[in-house]
């Protein structure tokens, strides 16, 4: 195949409207399409496709680690060597936080390849098209851009323009981090005043050369040289406009050219069709920076943009600063208003009898009042900062951690003097927090008496002004939907949960709940998909008030084939669980191994796994199962209490086998039982749970303590205790053995 007809083929795929589907990011490709990689990389499975190459998860043998291998396609092998070369000295040579780096190329394979570092996260594209309207959280997909446009800033200073830049081509990571991949079409430039451009193989030849008529790029974020195929008109201009186009999407939930096909949007980009989205964009709401730098980028004219995306990245962090500046000088400005009307209140006191004694006074109030304005800045700024870490890790629903930042921020409070508006928000966002932190607690707790559930979930819900009984489904999802993202997810799972805990989801299959029970089951279940903004959902949620048994079958069989968030198979596997769809249990627990397979580093999915492994509900191996899952959530969330005390009982089941107890998991299960109760000295599981393996170990008396201190908290020990401890008559105490 010649080299034009290579990148006609390349340019084919990258227009289709998405790469092949990778079946599952584990399976591997059957037969001869294994790559010819060095024996020191372990193919482990295919993770994505591209209209230039392939890329693999592989396991570095030598090093011990997990990366990613990119192989040329077969049939490009001859005329896009070149370009995919190319590709990775690209990403060698420019050193960026936001540029994967590449570790180690091999151009004489029979297919050329490249290893890089494993990049996993989500698409911007993909946490774009979650929201529910174009203005949700957008402040923080305005950060996200930011990062975006520096790292183009720095290519661009490198002398590299990136030519295929839309949110598709942006992974952002689970702690934030923001990274711009695929620079198969990158150019380098090169050019006066460029410092250290990179040298690749075709800047440095005659194979520099572009080939006019062919377009570059993806349609519907094209600038009209790309459309036009002008390959020596793309600059870093070019690279502006698509920013722009990035930006269009962040600030109306679409890009800029729409249309249905490519030819379409091709067409629409050629001609510079630009009048549709310069009135989306001025209809967005969006403060009129932002529209104006929209504006600014998506001009036909290359001469109208800016200069390059270290000019858009400065527009947006002076944009950014801005914001936070206003909130800053509001709060300021009240402080210093309150500190002058002090001041007069004082001064109307003042007699001319005490001129000289006033004087004096006045002196020493303002230099004290200096002191206290500087320190009460100060204060101000460490709980801002305090504030800002507790509403990230809220954002990422880790309730505990934020309510540490809070308890800190709280104790700095009750420490010296803070502006009372900032310690009214810490205490409102400490209650919030605090009852949603109860909330996430009961979800892990499968303990509750099934009588009392009602009683605790209604008490935390109302902690947050949420009244559920006293409501109709309707009116608590709209209460719901006003609150932050993060907290909705959280509320409508907890809904969900309250709603299959009530119709005795563990309970026999042949007790049914009653019509008053049904009703309520009902209503948390409509309540929640008032709340949920997730169409698929709520199709589920349907299904399971229907009863609908076909839909519930389509839609487990459709998770099989589809992907879908996490949130989303959990819910599927409570509805098959339902009181009424008993006999479908295997098929629920079939769900959640299909969804790990999807999500291996998902909390919930592992944690759910390892408590109905734990409970018999599978085949051979149950005690192993769980613990691995059990592992796998501890590592996940290795502060949560509430994950520490599963994996110790899961531990201690294991270890309980029939030729005796194995020592080492008895050991190990103790190790996090005492971690459950350092991290929640109250934590009811992990105190009996750490009771049990002492009864085993030989410590009676050390555990008879610690269960008198749980009864004289509770009342009561748990019946999951109960049930541990009446195999202990037939359970050797001091035994060992080895585990196949």
């Not at 040329?72 to 590709?87: I, K, S, T």
């Amino acid at each position: 195949m010649s080299g034009d007809a290579n990148w006609d083929e390349a340019m084919r795929r990258g227009f289709a409207e998405g790469a092949p589907p990778v079946e599952s990011e584990n399976e591997l490709p059957s037969g001869d399409a294994l790559p010819d990689v060095n024996r020191r990389y372990e193919i482990l499975g295919v993770i994505g496709r591209g209209g230039v190459g392939l890329v693999y998860r592989a396991r570095d043998k030598e090093l011990g680690r997990e990366l990613a291998v990119k192989v040329l396609h077969a049939e490009l092998a001859d005329g896009m060597a070149e370009r995919f070369f190319e590709e990775a000295q690209i990403g060698a040579q420019l050193q960026h936080p936001g540029i994967v780096p590449v570790y180690d190329l091999e151009f004489g394979a029979a297919r050329p390849y490249f290893t890089m570092k494993l990049v996993e996260g989500r698409t911007l594209l993909e946490l774009l098209r979650e929201r529910p309207d174009a203005g949700h959280d957008q402040l923080l997909f305005l950060r996200q851009f930011e990062k975006v446009c520096e790292t183009i800033a720095y290519a661009h200073a490198r002398g590299v323009v990136h030519r295929d830049l839309k949110p598709a081509n942006v992974m952002v990571g689970a702690f934030g981090e923001v990274q711009t991949l695929d620079w198969g079409f990158a150019k380098v430039l090169g050019g006066e005043g460029i410092e250290k451009a990179p040298a690749t193989v075709r800047s440095q030849g005659d194979s520099h050369a572009s080939v006019v008529g062919r377009a570059i790029g993806t349609p519907a974020y094209m600038a009209s040289e790309q459309a036009l195929g002008d390959l020596e008109a793309l600059d870093a201009r070019t690279d502006v406009f698509c920013l722009g186009a990035i930006l269009c999407e962040i600030l109306t939930g679409e890009p800029p050219h729409r249309g249905d096909d490519s030819v379409t949007l091709l067409k629409k980009a050629a001609l510079g069709d630009l009048a549709d989205a310069h009135a989306r964009v001025d209809a967005c709401g969006a403060d009129r920076e932002l529209i104006d730098l929209a504006h600014r980028c998506l001009q036909m004219r290359k001469s109208d943009r800016p200069a390059d995306a270290g000019e858009v990245a400065g527009a947006v962090g002076d944009y950014l600063a801005s914001i936070e500046k206003r909130a800053r000088d509001a709060e300021l400005a009240a402080a210093e208003e309150r500190a002058r009307a002090a001041q007069e209140r004082k001064a109307k006191r003042l007699t001319l009898v005490l001129a000289a004694v006033a004087f004096v006074a006045v002196s020493v109030g303002l230099f004290t009042y200096w002191q206290r304005t500087e320190r009460l800045r100060e204060n101000d700024l460490e709980v801002e900062t305090l504030l800002r870490t507790a509403r990230g890790h809220a954002e990422r629903r880790d309730w505990g951690q934020a309510q540490a930042a809070l308890r800190q921020a709280s104790t700095r409070i009750e420490a010296s003097d803070v502006s009372p508006s900032i310690a009214g928000t810490v205490r409102a966002r400490s209650d919030t927090v605090d009852a949603l932190a109860r909330i996430y607690a009961i979800r892990y707790e499968d303990e509750i008496d099934p009588a009392a559930v009602d009683r605790v979930y209604a008490a935390a819900f109302q902690e947050l002004g949420i009244d559920v009984r006293a409501n109709d489904a309707a009116a608590i999802g709209a209460m719901i939907v006003q609150r932050h993202a993060s907290m909705r997810d959280e509320l409508a799972l907890a809904l969900d949960d309250w709603a299959s805990r009530l119709t005795g989801e563990e309970t026999d299959a042949r007790q049914q709940p009653d019509e008053k029970t049904l009703a309520q089951w009902r209503k948390l279940v409509s309540a929640a998909n008032h709340a949920d903004g997730n169409a698929w959902r709520r199709s589920l949620r349907t299904a399971a008030m229907d009863a609908d048994r076909a839909e519930l079958d389509r839609l487990a069989t459709e998770i099989k084939t589809e992907p879908h968030p996490p949130e989303s198979i959990v819910l599927l596997y409570h509805a098959l669980r339902h009181a009424q769809l008993r006999e479908r249990n295997g098929m629920a627990y079939s769900v959640l191994e299909d969804g790990f397979e999807h999500h291996p580093s998902d909390f919930w999915i592992n944690f759910l796994l390892a408590r109905d492994a734990s409970r018999g509900r599978r085949g051979q191996s149950q005690g192993d199962v769980a613990v691995r899952h059990a592992g796998i959530a501890v590592a996940l969330r290795p502060g949560n209490a509430e994950a520490r005390a599963a994996f110790g009982i899961h531990l201690m089941r294991r270890a309980r086998g029939r030729d005796g107890l194995d020592q080492e998991d008895l050991a190990q299960a103790r190790r996090q039982l005492e971690k459950a109760i350092e991290l929640d000295p109250t934590n009811v599981r992990a105190r009996c749970g750490l009771a049990a393996a002492l009864f085993w170990g030989g410590e009676k008396e050390r555990a008879e303590e610690i269960l008198d201190a749980v009864r004289a908290d509770n009342n009561r020990l748990p019946a999951f205790y109960s049930r541990m401890m009446r195999a202990t008559e037939s359970t050797p105490r001091r035994g060992a053995r080895k585990r196949r």
